[in-house]
């Protein structure tokens, strides 16, 4: 089977940086997302990842290695509106490809 | 709003009842997912449907039966659920071309069981 690990909780105060970390196990590796999620809303598509190295959109960069099966998700310059629940996600050929999730983790930013 | 559209956003039924989720998106989208997202567990994949073809069935229960009779319509019937089937019922869509890389997921219906 597959399996992810992310915290469950970060805390962080707005203009902060944090990082986000997401472990995983599976077999034949195809690419890993992150999505967002705020209380009462759909999750939302942040990134994905498939090849080594950071992919950047605005304040978000996403991270991967393929060689420690470790991804993380790098949130700049924290707003208050960032407040919500990260998730990761991997398809491999495990799961048939179809995205599997971690257990996801609560970010809570402080003024 | 997402592009993908679930009604009822809200629910709340007894063990003998029998009610029906539904999810719909016009984004041109071919595949169609049924989630479901219990508090502190990961989300559970359910069903995949691939140009109405259902294409994974995740071990679930058969209180549980999808339907999908189009490319932009999915249904999640319900019929004697047990109070353990309370949670999130999260449908998403994904395109073609980037396949599941990226999901376009519904706000959810939330089901109370008694």
């Known amino acids: 089977g597959q399996s992810l690990e992310q915290p469950s909780e970060v805390t962080a105060v707005e203009g902060a940086i944090v990082q986000i970390n997401c472990t995983y196990q599976?077999?034949?590796?195809?690419?890993l997302s992150w999505y967002q999620q705020h209380d009462g809303g759909a999750p939302t598509f942040l990134s994905y990842?498939?090849?080594?190295g950071l992919e950047e959109t605005g304040r978000f960069s996403s991270f991967l290695s393929r060689s420690d099966s470790y991804g993380y998700l790098l949130l700049q310059e924290l707003q208050m509106k960032d407040s919500a629940s990260y998730f990761c996600?991997?398809?491999?050929?495990?799961?048939?490809?179809?995205?599997?999730f971690g257990r996801g983790t609560s970010l809570i930013v402080h003024p | 709003e997402t592009g993908v559209t679930q009604t009822p956003r809200h629910l709340v039924m007894g063990m003998t009842n029998k009610k029906s989720l539904k999810c719909e998106q016009h984004?041109?989208?071919?595949?169609m997912y049924w989630y479901k997202q219990s508090a502190k567990k990961p989300l559970e994949l359910m069903f995949v449907?691939?140009?109405?073809?259902?294409?994974e069935n995740n071990s679930v229960p058969s209180r549980f039966s999808p339907e999908c009779p189009n490319s932009s319509h999915l249904f999640l019937h319900l019929h004697t659920l047990q109070p353990e089937d309370s949670a999130l019922y999260l449908c998403?869509?994904?395109?073609?071309?980037?396949?599941?890389?990226?999901?376009?997921f519904g706000a959810g219906s939330r089901l109370t069981v008694l």
């Open positions: 998403a869509s994904s395109p073609p071309d980037s396949g599941a890389n990226v999901l376009t």
């Open positions: 984004l041109g989208h071919n595949a």
């Open positions: 449907y691939n140009f109405k073809e259902q294409t």
């Open positions: 599976t077999s034949g590796f195809y690419g």
């Open positions: 990842n498939a090849l080594d």
């Open positions: 996600a991997v398809r491999a050929a495990g799961g048939s490809y179809i995205p599997t």
